[in-house]
């Protein structure tokens, strides 16, 4: 069986990005490496652009028994935020043309596997015809066909539940979208990466990147202060008719990309029953989708840990650990002030680790404030797969606060598999894993967080009360099993 695996960025990015799906499609080839009669490839599309040629190419990033491959100079750019519902994210055809090309020459595929659609235009699924025995998968590891900030999270500090016919979208962005400005700075790092002088080198890590981040910083105030804080971002150039109201180029979108994958995807994954339920709202045909939590390597710890029998310390305290980014949508900010607002007899018991790079200026002083009010905070400046055992060593309870509908947060799975129970919110997958009531709050409600620590103080609620329920972590022995399934042929 031979399988092509897509995503907007390559899982071995020097720089990093990708997040949870690079590290789950790093494991996956991996491990996939051991099956007998399995071929894999990758393709990465979005990031890479010459500096004067724009016609897409597809170049090879390295050969071997799972070879790489970047689609350069694709009519779009990604993440889908730097290039907001561009027109492109629906049709390019010199982009498709180039994919189409790869796959002649590189196929017959047995399946084409899309992590993301991100970094490549939509109407790619349309080519399906032109391969009757492939199978095209697509997981949905976000929600990018359904909103181009992919979360669901509007303005950078609600969920959205409902984009009102698009036209929320059309004022979503603190400042609009600059995806030529985003085009020239990767030309510019793709450019200096083929000279050899890309990431981790002096020239790159100390002069090009940082010079960059505060170019497209500066750029973004400026932005913000000529239109003003709460003006919208003018609508991206899909094709408003004339008359219309903004909000119709992303309806359009909205429905064209859900259009393509009802008619062209064989099978659409959802990594948690949530982000099924959330497919299905938004028109995704029920017999596409199918509920498959993802393989990780973190699963070996549940091995070699067990349940605590109790949640505090001896001297009656309670050590709580968030572990990610200290971002609004994952809620930091939020689980900060929540914390700051309890009530210094509950507050002077809890000891918090952050496991998470330094923030913005309010995340950090958020992080500051709690510093007098709680009994301790540690604050890691990030964090490593091998550091985890000795981070959460004596840790009793995780939180996972997230604010938006998270389709299952790798940081959640890495304290789960450990045997470290999860206060979650009510919203996206993490709560799935625990599948304990008690230990769920109303996503951005204070209270209500307080009152499930409440419990946990009071030692109303214990360990079993969590485990009784839980699922085990998926292996990625378990995973594969059930994705080569999959890929078989029906």
Same mark, same amino acid.
């Given at each position: ?25 790093? #494991? ?11 071929? &894999? ?24 028994? =799972? ?38 020459? &590189? ?8 992590? %993301?659609?991100?970094?490549? !235009?939509? #109407? ?10 492939? /199978?095209?998968?697509? =997981?949905?590891? %976000? ?7 992919? #979360? ?60 960059? =981040? ?11 202060? @000529? ?25 359009? /979108?909205?429905? @064209? ?9 064989? @099978? ?22 199918? &509920? ?21 310390? !001896? ?12 971002? /609004? ?28 790079? =330094? ?47 998270? #389709?299952? !947060? ?26 304990? !009531? ?35 972590? &998926? ?16």
């Amino acid at each position: 069986m031979r399988i092509l695996y897509v995503n907007w960025v390559d899982y071995h990015d020097p720089e990093g990005r990708g997040g949870g799906v690079s590290v789950y499609q790093r #494991n996956l080839i991996a491990a996939l490496a051991g099956r007998a009669g399995v071929e &894999t490839a990758f393709l990465s599309s979005g990031i890479a652009h010459d500096l004067w040629r724009r016609t897409p190419r597809v170049v090879t990033l390295a050969d071997g028994p =799972s070879p790489r491959y970047a689609l350069v100079n694709s009519g779009l750019v990604a993440p889908s935020h730097a290039d907001f519902a561009g027109a492109a994210q629906l049709d390019h055809p010199a982009t498709e043309r180039a994919f189409a090309d790869f796959i002649d020459r &590189t196929g017959p595929w047995d399946v084409i596997h899309f992590n %993301n659609l991100e970094g490549l !235009p939509a #109407n790619i699924l349309a080519l399906r015809p032109r391969w009757p025995r492939t /199978r095209f998968v697509l =997981s949905l590891h %976000n929600y990018y066909p359904f909103c181009p900030q992919v #979360n669901l999270w509007f303005a950078e500090r609600e969920t959205c539940d409902d984009f009102h016919a698009g036209a929320k979208c059309a004022r979503c962005l603190p400042a609009p979208p600059q995806p030529g400005s985003v085009r020239l700075a990767y030309a510019f790092a793709w450019s200096l990466s083929q000279r050899g002088l890309g990431p981790g080198t002096a020239f790159y890590d100390r002069l090009f990147r940082p010079g960059m =981040s505060r170019a497209w910083r500066l750029a973004r105030r400026l932005l913000r202060r @000529r239109r003003g804080d709460d003006a919208p971002a003018p609508p991206p150039a899909i094709g408003l008719r004339p008359h219309g109201h903004a909000g119709d180029p992303f309806a359009r /979108r909205r429905a @064209r990309m859900v259009g393509l994958i009802n008619a062209h995807c064989d @099978r659409v994954l959802c990594v948690s029953d949530r982000v099924r339920q959330i497919a299905l709202l938004h028109g995704i045909h029920a017999e596409r989708l199918q &509920t498959l939590y993802i393989g990780t390597a973190e699963a070996a710890e549940w091995q070699k840990t067990l349940p605590h029998p109790g949640f505090l310390a !001896p001297d009656g305290t309670l050590h709580m650990a968030y572990l990610g980014y200290m971002r /609004r949508d994952k809620g930091f900010h939020f689980l900060m002030q929540a914390l700051q607002a309890l009530p210094l007899v509950q507050a002077r018991r809890l000891r918090l680790t952050v496991a998470a790079r =330094s923030g913005d200026a309010g995340a950090m002083a958020g992080l500051n404030a709690l510093r007098p009010h709680l009994a301790e905070v540690r604050h890691v400046d990030g964090y490593t797969h091998d550091d985890l055992t000795a981070l959460l060593a004596d840790v009793a309870l995780g939180v996972v606060p997230v604010q938006w509908e998270d #389709n299952l !947060p790798q940081v959640a799975l890495e304290m789960h598999a450990r045997h470290i129970p999860l206060i979650t919110s009510d919203r996206g997958g993490a709560q799935e894993l625990g599948r304990a !009531p008690a230990f769920v709050f109303r996503a951005g409600d204070a209270q209500d967080l307080h009152r499930v620590l409440y419990r946990v103080l009071e030692g109303a609620v214990q360990p079993a009360d969590y485990w009784t329920r839980a699922q085990p972590p &998926t292996s990625m022995d378990e995973h594969l099993d059930a994705l080569l399934e999959v890929y078989a042929r029906d």
